[in-house]
T-cell receptor, first 112, second 115 residues
Framework: AQSVTQLGSHVSVSEGALVLLRCNYS??????LFWYVQYPNQGLQLLLK??????LVKGINGFEAEFKKSETSFHLTKPSAHMSDAAEYFC??????????FGKGNQVVVIP | DTGVSQDPRHKITKRGQNVTFRCDPI?????LYWYRQTLGQGPEFLTY????????KSRLLSDRFSAERPKGSFSTLEIQRTEQGDSAMYLC?????????????FGPGTRLTVL
């Protein structure tokens, strides 16, 4: 079975500061890992994905994440936060059976 | 390509009533998934179809829930005798063989409120 842990439900970041969202996973098979963003009353939009190719993955809107097998982590970063980054972010893992297991999410608040 | 669509976007019902939601996947996506998201939580897997075959069901999918995808295109999710605990956002997603099914595209969701 696969699972994901995201700590700190609410994350506040100043505009222009680094955004760092942590994700640790558990998987009995080589994982596929994903970060999704959700804006209020909308569905999930894929930010980026790791599917066993390059360990540093670049996504949309300036986000990137690094897969570290030794740490079972897939943390999401963005060098400079923008007001439009305020949203909820979910890390998810798949073990190849295509069902996604999501973390509880991080609500990001950007402070002007 | 218009993306995954879901109907209705919002549904308010009284406890004990039946409700049905519809999902239209991206055309030519032969896998379709249903997830449920409660307040403050991440989405939880309910079930998925490959074409018209329902291949997996979560333990979350009680006997009151039934999903169909009769022609391998759109899907419906029915909840019978709704309970207040069924209040949630119901999300649909689809994926394609071309991406090895690794990327799931989500619809906007149907928000169910059971009074």
């Amino acid at each position: 079975a696969q699972s994901v842990t995201q700590l700190g439900s609410h994350v506040s970041v100043s505009e222009g500061a680094l955004v760092l969202l942590r994700c640790n996973y558990s998987s009995s098979v080589p994982p596929y890992l994903f970060w999704y963003v959700q804006y209020p009353n909308q569905g999930l939009q894929l930010l980026l994905k790791y599917t066993s190719a390059a360990t540093l993955v670049k996504g949309i809107n300036g986000f990137e994440a690094e897969f570290k097998k030794s740490e079972t982590s897939f943390h999401l970063t963005k060098p400079s936060a923008h007001m439009s980054d305020a949203a909820e972010y979910f890390c998810a893992v798949s073990g190849g059976n295509n069902r996604l297991a999501f973390g509880k999410g991080n609500q990001v608040v950007v402070i002007p | 390509d218009t993306g995954v669509s879901q109907d209705p976007r919002h549904k308010i019902t009284k406890r004990g009533q039946n409700v049905t939601f519809r999902c239209d996947p991206i055309s030519e996506h032969n896998r379709l998934y249903w997830y449920r998201q409660t307040l403050g939580q991440g989405p939880e897997f309910l079930t998925y179809f490959q074409n018209e075959a329902q291949l997996e069901k979560s333990r979350l999918l009680s006997d009151r829930f039934s999903a169909e995808r009769p022609k391998g295109s759109f899907s419906t999710l029915e909840i019978q005798r709704t309970e207040q605990g069924d209040s949630a956002m119901y999300l649909c997603a689809s994926s394609a063989r071309q991406s090895s099914y690794n990327e799931q595209f989500f619809g906007p969701g149907t928000r169910l409120t059971v009074l």
